[in-house]
């Protein structure tokens, strides 16, 4: 067994990609956290050395006693900032009579501001004030808990003065009888002041979740479906030990390396956590930190810490044996990622969508992707609804991952040994034979195109997932009335008006409707002196009343023109261009929806790749690839056809999901005034590119195109360097896919290294030059480009060292 062991491991440990792809995710994981990191906390980082010299300065007592000290000086603080802000704005208009007022109001505090160092620093006094503030929060947050720990029994028993929870035998009223129990042993526990930002961003940074599911799949594809694809399972699987040893071999090398990973990965964040900002005084508890403020564990942090990565760890393992299950049941790459699809998402939408008190609780918590939110399991304490009795998610989910990962690997084990390998795995050759039987009767010049194009759509499953893109974009159809809120509908009637170029005309109805509502309050005091003096009668009063009132009601709606006027009227000045009131409304649905454009993003990606990777890896599959060849087309036509087909799917799928968003605008929104000069949406406004809003659109709309090519190409190159399906799939989803759900997590820095910015064009073109734009997808060409180069050397059956060769001998010749 353990020579089996020791084989799988070294049969991973030879796989180059294996030593290209950790490496690369381990590096690329830690720096977007690190970039995530400096940017979020770029001043603190910046003042590390302030904060831990005032953090120096006030231990030592009591945290009543330090925060009484630190109130006193953020007062003092807070005076001194306010002095400054009179001071730097004294040219403004009414500042001079404020600090006049202040000095006088505030004559020592004036002199202490004079002979401290904030007086000719104002930089020092910045970063002081910011350091305060933050050490001021952390002793206020320990006051706050200590009240709110000591609070929790009074607030049980006030809640159970309430007739609703005064049943003795429901969840409810066990729950809160339980809750109060189990924080009773953390009142009095001493708290400590310390920096959680280290703490909290390394465990709850979930991109490292991501990357490891890559790894895991990674991982699983070269243990178990190479020898599919290759064909040897059968001969493991007639051998002398070809069935329980090889699969239990597997699997304890899974588990090994899957470990390994998961505690590289993580440690490697909290490593980047530590050399950022410290993780103060380890043997603190977490409740000092408002984040674990409703936790009931009494956890020091490098308990936590501990607890955290031995968490994940065995969370990667359990996924990593599901993984295995599907795996082995199943033989079909595509199969298997579809099932690993559904399962995830299915996993992520119970834990995202049930309520945490709903009768689907159970669903929400114990789940694969609910066991990785291990910052949840220690940091936050809930009770699940078991049979009537509060039951907490902690042990509830640790005997979850203990029964899983021991029925995960007998269920593996099970399949594996019982499964007949011939009838679940068709014959490539009684495929390839059916292939050739459907299209020996086909005649004419287009005979190679056609055969082509049947093996993507039925033998690699295009028309399917052409069919799922119909149904996707079908349901992103939306039928009903678009319905818009009071100031939206108060908008859209400004519009209405307005639309068109601005005009010296709309300009002074604009200016006439500002000093309306600058002169309303007036207006509503004289009706009412009217009414009162008995002016105007009650009737008159009321419709005057209700005019303005509904007058007062658009202010919200007229402010958003307001600013699209003094958009139009500065772009008249500073561009000497005419711009035209655009409803906001309907440009924000088309232009500024990044969820939609990531989702979508996310889902065409994934179609086309599934639709891509089976059109050059199926013939490496079946053995056929020499034997075509060494035909008369089986060279540069068969390639240029497989292209060809793969552009025109490529196209096909892009309009299917493209067209709901216009079908959308046309429907449920105000109509666009398309012939508008696109910088006349501020979103645009310093857009180098001088066309209309219709212009605009379909510019974008060929760049997208442009970028949606280069990665047909890539996907095809690869496909054919890596002539396995799973291989190839993988990677394609890595480059395409992955990218989009780490952004849509919230690392908008990953665009500019990958093909994310092609499905999100409007939001880079809103944030960049064209120039940009265009330098981006020229580098995607160049990249493109050489890969095609050596894709197609190797297609033909030259590796990259001979054309490196021939270059060299041709260089030296010449």
Known sequence: MLKLIRYELFKVSRKRLIWLVLPFFLLSNGFLYYNQQTKADDYLLQHMNQYREWEQRYQGGSSEETLARMSRVQQELSDFGTLVVYRVNLETQGYQELLRSFIQDHPDLVERFDKSPYSKDPDQFRADLFTSNLLFSQYQNMQGYKEYVSGIQDRADELLTVSVFQKKGSFAYRNILKTAADFKHLEGIPLKSGLENGIVSGTQYSTTDLFMGVVLFLLCIYIFLQEKESGLLKLIRTSKNGRFPVIAAKLAALTLLSAAAAAVFYSSILLIAYSLYGFGDMSRYVQSMLPFKYSDLLLTVREYLLYFVLLKVAASTLLALLFAVVFVALHHAGKIYLTLALLLVSSYLAKVAIHPLSSLGFFKYMNPVSYYDTFSLLG?????????????????????????????????????????????????????????????????????????????????????????????????????????????????????????????????????????????????????????????????????????????????????????????????????????????????????????????????????????????????????????????????????????????????????????????????????????????????????????????????????????????????????????????????????VIPLVIQSAGLDSIQAFSFNGVHLLYFQLADHSFSYTLGYLGVLTCAGLLLSWVSWGSYKGYSISWRLERIRNETLHS
């Open 380 to 736: 936050v304490y809930h009770n699940l609804n078991i049979g009537g009795h509060p039951v907490n998610r902690l042990p509830l989910s640790l005997l979850g991952i203990a029964v899983l990962i021991l029925a995960l690997p007998a269920a593996s084990v099970a399949v594996y040994i019982k499964q007949n390998i011939a009838s679940l795995q068709p014959s490539p050759n009684r495929w390839w034979q059916l292939f050739i039987t459907r299209i020996r009767s086909k005649r004419g010049s287009n005979r190679l195109f056609v055969h082509e194009s049947y093996k993507a759509l039925i033998t690699g499953r295009g028309l399917l997932y052409m069919v799922i893109a119909l149904i996707v974009g079908f349901y992103t159809v939306n039928l009903e009335e678009v319905r818009f809120d009071q100031d939206d509908s108060f908008y859209n009637l400004y519009l209405k008006q307005l639309a068109g170029p601005l005009t010296p005309e709309k300009a002074q109805f604009i200016e006439a409707e500002k000093g309306r509502f600058r002169n309303l309050p007036v207006e509503m005091a004289d009706n009412e002196s009217a009414f009162s003096s008995h002016k105007i009668s009650y009737h008159q009063y009321s419709l005057k009343k209700s005019e303005l009132e509904v007058f007062q009601l658009k202010s919200k709606a007229f402010e958003r023109v307001a600013q699209q006027y003094s958009h139009l009227a500065q772009l008249q000045t500073s561009r000497h261009l005419t711009g035209s009131f655009v409803n906001e409304i309907s440009s924000n649905y088309l232009f500024q929806n990044r969820f939609r454009d990531q989702m979508v993003g996310i889902v065409y990606s994934s179609l086309l790749l599934l639709t891509l990777t089976p059109l050059f890896t199926m013939d490496y599959k079946n053995g056929m690839v020499s034997v075509i060849r060494s035909t008369r087309k089986g060279r540069f036509s068969l390639y240029g056809s497989k292209h060809l087909i793969a552009y025109l799917l490529a196209i096909g799928m892009l309009a299917i999901l493209s067209a709901p968003r216009f079908l959308n605008l046309i429907h449920g929104y105000a109509p666009l005034d398309w012939d508008a000069p696109i910088q006349s949406l501020k979103l645009y406004g310093n857009l180098g590119l001088s066309v209309s809003i219709r212009e605009f659109v379909i510019v974008t709309a060929m760049l997208q195109l442009w970028g949606i090519l280069l990665l047909v190409q890539v996907a095809l190159a690869l496909s054919v360097l890596l002539k396995r399906h799973s291989l190839a799939l993988l990677l394609t989803l890595a480059l395409g």
